[in-house]
């Protein structure tokens, strides 16, 4: 079974759409993650939820939109692509103890904006 | 803030040679330390953690100790193979209330038979 889960794994859209993926955990885990990784393989923190509830929101566009309804689905919606939103974005899950969790990660979904 | 710092790459190693990808960290308080790794066209996987001072994690013939005084996680093998060939993440996560993993740039390894 799949601890965390994304789908799409692949995504090519052009400029301007809009599109989702979506995240699921089997884990029990009451905290998700979503990050970003960029062409130089950089990993940043975009949005944590604990309990469906946004704990933290980093410096991104209000055009990525993050979703949970309920703990074991994080979805990320992305308005008006943009060539720069290129990237690997990973969703990833932990049980909130402190900090010295444990963060499990999905396969990664592959975006690729033309 | 929190911060880490490993080393660049990419590293290029025969088969059996000694692995060590330097890690140093910047972090208010205790913070858990990390390996993570990714294999070509996977997602992240954790290889060890250390939780406190002096622990060591261990795990597939890594290892990696939490030295406090010199604020370094740094990532070793003894012998490395082909299958280790992937990207190696040092990352770090604050002791306070619920924190991302804050990592670092990541470093490429190379393992040649």
């Known amino acids: 079974d799949t601890a965390v889960s994304q789908t799409p794994k692949y995504l090519v859209t052009q400029m301007g759409n809009d599109k989702s993926i979506k995240c699921e955990q089997n884990l029990g885990h009451d905290t998700m993650y979503w990050y970003k990784q960029d062409s130089k393989k950089f990993l940043k923190i975009m949005f944590s939820y604990n309990n469906k509830e946004l704990i933290i929101n980093e410096t991104v566009p209000n055009r990525f939109s993050p979703k949970s309804p309920d703990k074991a689905h994080l979805n990320l919606h992305i308005n008006s692509l943009e060539l720069g939103d290129s990237a690997v974005y990973f969703c990833?899950?932990?049980?909130?103890?402190?900090?010295?969790?444990?963060?499990?990660f999905g396969p990664g979904t592959r975006l690729l904006v033309l | 803030g929190n911060s880490v710092t490993q080393m660049e790459g990419p590293v290029t190693l025969s088969e059996e040679a000694f692995l060590t990808i330097n890690c140093t960290y910047t972090?208010?308080?205790?913070?858990?330390l990390f390996w993570y790794v990714q294999y070509p066209g996977e997602g992240l996987q954790l290889l060890l953690k250390?939780?406190?001072?002096?622990d060591k994690g261990s795990n597939k013939g890594f290892e990696a100790t939490y030295r406090k005084e010199t604020t370094s996680f740094h990532l070793e093998k003894g012998s490395v193979q082909v299958s280790d060939s992937a990207v190696y993440f040092c990352a770090l996560s604050a002791y306070s209330g619920n924190t991302p993993l804050v990592f670092g740039k990541g470093t490429r390894l190379s393992v040649i038979a």
């Open positions: 972090a208010t308080g205790y913070p858990s």
């Open positions: 250390a939780t406190k001072a002096d």
């Open positions: 990833a899950s932990s049980q909130r103890t402190g900090g010295q969790e444990t963060q499990y």
